[in-house]
Structures are given as C-alpha cells and as structure tokens.
C-alpha cells in the first residue's frame, strides 16, 4: 500500500541550528510531491515542491528539500531555524492525479 | 482574495444527529477534498472530487457522504455522528486532474467533537 514516512514525530532545536526533516515514501510511479507547514491554530501552507526538473527545490523562509529517487525520499531542510518556525510539518505525495497521501506530521520547536 | 471557506468552525454535537460542514471556494477548482486530522496519524483524506458530479472514496470514507452539486461547494455529511469521527476536518482545493502538481489550498479547518 502506498504511504508516507515521517521519520520524527517531535524535534526540539535552539535558534540557529540546522533543520532537518525526513520523508519517505512507498509508490513506484510518478509523484508530485511537497512540504506543508501547519502554524499553530491555523490551516496547512505549502512549503515547497517538486514535480520534475532540478530535485533540489528551493522554498519560503528559507526551506529547502532534495528528491532523491532512488531513496523516495523527500527530506526537508533549513540551514538555521528561528523561533517563528515553531510548527508542524508534513510531507505530502500526489499519486499520479487523485490521491494525496500525507506523512503522521513532525511537530518542531525551536527554542529561544 | 482566494479562499477555501469551511463552516462552522467548531461544533459540539451528540451520536446520531445528521451534521452537515460546508466548504466553499472562490478559485475556480475543478478538485476538491477532504481530510481529517488526527494527533499522530496527520491528514487522512475522507473524499475527493476531480469535478461536478465526480467523487470518489479516499482512505477513510466510512461513516462520511459527500455530494458535488456545484463546482464551488463540496459539502461534508454524517448521517449518524460516532464519537469517532471526533476529530479536525479540513477542506482542501485545486486546479484540475491536469495540475496535480499544483498544491492544494486548505481551508481554516473545522473541530467537531461527537459526545
């Protein structure tokens, strides 16, 4: 069955370190993929994504993630995270049109 | 200002009174969606529609019916509310089947707790 693996569930970082998200997914066919944010009490935003081209794709704030096929895996990062980042994020895979599958979510606080 | 609009907000109801949530949206979108959140397990989508007339079941459509009468409106129902259905809803829109790589607006989401 095809599905999405956020490797953590919390992750808890001071201002300034480097973020790093795991995302996996199970689907051998084409994928759309992308990165949503979730401020606290608000609706989902989208981060980033990828469709095709050059897999390391560039986002808002200061987000990036990298497509590797080979891996299916679409991992997202940030070179130094503020506090502002306080957040959940989740990973999405579009199959092919229809259906989204979306990862468990990564609750991240960044400490001040 | 592009939205996707869901009402109500919040609603506190008991086990087996029929509940409709609207979600309604200014851009056009031909695909429509709905999902539930829930601690741990992120969205789970309930039903989707690619157009008028068009829905189809997504992962846990059990205890849910949708209609898509109108491009602009994709109501959510339960028939008979469960306390299971506890939950965060939200929908969500996009550009057509064509545009699957175009990301989905969501809506502000709507917390329904079933007693």
């Known amino acids: 069955a095809q599905s999405v693996s956020q490797h953590n569930h919390h992750v808890i970082l001071s201002e300034a370190a480097s973020l790093e998200l795991g995302c996996n997914y199970s689907?051998?066919?084409?994928?759309?993929l992308f990165w949503y944010v979730q401020y606290p009490g608000q609706h989902l935003q989208l981060l980033l994504k990828?469709?095709?081209?050059?897999?390391l794709v560039k986002g808002i704030k200061g987000f990036e993630a990298e497509f590797i096929k080979s891996k299916f895996s679409f991992n997202l990062r940030k070179p130094s995270v503020q506090w502002s980042d306080t957040a959940e994020y989740f990973c999405?895979?579009?199959?092919?049109?229809?259906?989204?599958?979306f990862g468990a979510g990564t609750r991240l606080f960044v400490k001040a | 200002e592009a939205q996707v609009t869901q009402n109500p907000r919040y609603l506190i109801t008991v086990t087996g009174k029929k509940l409709t949530v609207t979600c309604s949206q200014n851009?056009?979108?031909?695909?429509m969606s709905w999902y539930r959140q829930d601690p741990g397990l992120g969205l789970r989508q309930i039903y989707y529609?690619?157009?008028?007339?068009?829905?189809d079941k997504g992962d846990v459509p059990e205890g849910y019916k949708v209609s898509r009468k109108e491009k602009r409106n994709f109501p959510l129902i339960l028939e008979s509310p469960s306390p299971n259905q506890t939950s965060l809803y939200f929908c969500?829109?996009?550009?057509?089947?064509?545009?699957?790589?175009?990301?989905?607006?969501f809506g502000d989401g709507t917390r329904l707790s079933i007693l």
């Open positions: 969500a829109s996009r550009p057509g089947i064509g545009e699957s790589n175009q990301p989905q607006h």
């Open positions: 689907y051998g066919g084409t994928v759309n």
């Open positions: 990828y469709f095709s081209g050059d897999p």
């Open positions: 999405a895979v579009n199959l092919g049109g229809f259906k989204t599958i």
């Open positions: 851009m056009n979108h031909e695909y």
């Open positions: 529609s690619m157009n008028v007339e068009v829905t």
